[in-house]
């Protein structure tokens, strides 16, 4: 009997269970939860799909709840696009899903992206919906959706045979491998932010003038809430000059987020009267290779901040370089294997001149000069700079007027900079008004 009857009590618990789940009520007392009451997107460029954003839609009430429908408030209009727990909102369909039932301690989950239509501004325009879920009883609940659209304008494989002029106050969209210039072209970039996208670059087997001019990955969008994708390292490619690249300059220009940010190829011939670069207000920052890297190049650096970087901020393998009044901080977030501030080597005779200039990071010794046992030149000077590296005491002809940075030093490292934020990857480095380095660096002297 004991056999019979467990089953039985088992079977009638079951049933017990489905049927109380499987109730449902038009009582205008239930109500739907939501994760969020407002899906707020980042930024999106115009007619380029975003990121897939989610939220959760919970029955918390004591019985099922039917939607006769959830549909896209201004249909598709908007540019957004939804799917309800695998039903998508097919434009095409009025942008709605009937007849969905969400059980008492069930879910559904709700996926929703954006391709925004074209807005004919130069700004940044909001754009915003709604997904409105109607019930069985008649209560409607609404989520909004919000985003700001940017027109933008979209290159893809830019091939420069001649001299070009690029400038626009629309952003530029870079797909593709990139931009390519070919050797005996000049292609100018002025007053303009391009964003490349991952796997494009900039290649120049000519000659690139570039001033007030940003060079960025795409992404619009946050890693995590706190972390926007523009504070993330190798996005894109970076610039390559390759070895035909001759008579380049950058102004005030800003390349971040990218793999290797500068790379100049090994140069056919140093032209000691000619720099194959020169960079002026400059900044390099937050790059998952190196910050410039410049072989058998003669090149100058004035007033540039390179900063964070996963090898060197300044690698040079032999050439002329230049330094005078820059910052070179070595301050990279996401590896402790990282590179070293400035490194320098006899791979070509090498000529460096580094005067006025910041050197220092995190770790106790952030210059890195290799000599190797070839019969090239290697000669080095730095004066009137900060410099973090065992003090060289009995060289006063490579190291004048130095101020030798210790890790014992009260002021050292990050501390002579306005924000090193190691939690929220937000870096400001200008200098603090504690610093001991005023008329170093790339920023101006502090002020009376």
């Not at 540039?304 to 050439?319: E, F, H, P, R």
């Not at 290697?378 to 006063?396: E, G, H, M, Q």
Request: with cysteine; charged share 20%; net charge negative.
């Amino acid at each position: 009997m004991k056999r019979i009857l467990l089953p039985l009590l088992l079977l009638g618990c079951l049933l017990a269970a489905c049927s109380d789940n499987d109730s449902f009520s038009a009582d205008r007392g239930n109500r739907l939860t939501f994760s969020a009451d407002t899906v707020a997107m980042d930024t999106v460029f115009s007619t380029v799909g975003s990121s897939t954003y989610t939220f959760w839609v919970f029955n918390n009430s004591g019985d099922g709840i039917r939607l006769t429908s959830v549909r896209l408030k201004n249909g598709n209009q908007t540019g957004f696009r939804a799917n309800v727990d695998g039903s998508y909102l097919d434009n095409t369909m009025g942008s709605v899903v009937s007849d969905l039932e969400v059980r008492k301690g069930d879910s559904l989950r709700v996926f929703v992206e954006l391709t925004a239509p074209e807005n004919n501004r130069l700004d940044p325009q909001p754009v915003e919906d709604a997904l409105v879920f109607t019930l069985e009883s008649g209560v409607v609940q609404t989520v909004v959706l919000s985003a700001h659209s940017w027109d933008a304008t979209p290159v893809t494989d830019l091939h420069v045979t001649a001299d070009t002029l690029i400038e626009s106050a629309k952003p530029i969209v870079v797909y593709g491998k990139g931009i390519q210039v070919d050797s005996g072209a000049v292609l100018t970039l002025r007053n303009t932010t391009l964003y490349f996208h991952d796997g494009a670059g900039l290649n120049v087997g000519g000659s690139l003038h570039a001033e007030n001019v940003v060079m960025r990955g795409d992404r619009l969008d946050h890693m995590f809430d706190y972390l926007p994708y523009d504070r993330v390292s190798g996005q894109w490619r970076g610039l390559v000059f390759t070895r035909s690249s001759q008579g380049n300059t950058l102004i005030d220009t800003e390349i971040r987020n990218a793999m290797t940010a500068v790379l100049l190829e090994d140069s056919a011939a140093i032209n000691a009267e000619s720099q194959r670069l020169t960079m002026t207000r400059c900044v390099v920052h937050n790059a998952s290779g190196g910050g410039v890297v410049a072989y058998n190049s003669h090149i100058g650096l004035y007033q540039c901040q390179l900063t964070n970087t996963l090898d060197d901020c300044l690698a040079v393998y032999g050439g002329i370089v230049d330094v005078d009044h820059c910052t070179l901080a070595q301050f990279y977030p996401f590896s402790a294997n990282r590179g070293a501030a400035l490194r320098f080597t006899d791979h070509a005779p090498l000529t460096l001149t580094c005067a006025n200039s910041i050197i220092t990071g995190y770790e106790d010794d952030e210059i890195m000069g290799e000599r190797t046992d070839s019969v090239n030149a290697f000669n080095y000077k730095f004066s009137n700079c900060l410099l973090r590296t065992p003090a060289v005491d009995d060289d006063t002809v490579s190291f004048k007027q130095i101020l030798w940075e210790t890790p014992k030093d009260t002021i050292q490292g990050k501390k002579h900079f306005v924000k090193i934020d190691e939690e929220n990857l937000d870096y400001d480095f200008h200098l603090d008004s504690l610093s001991t380095a005023w008329g170093k660096g790339c920023y101006p002297a502090k002020t009376q």
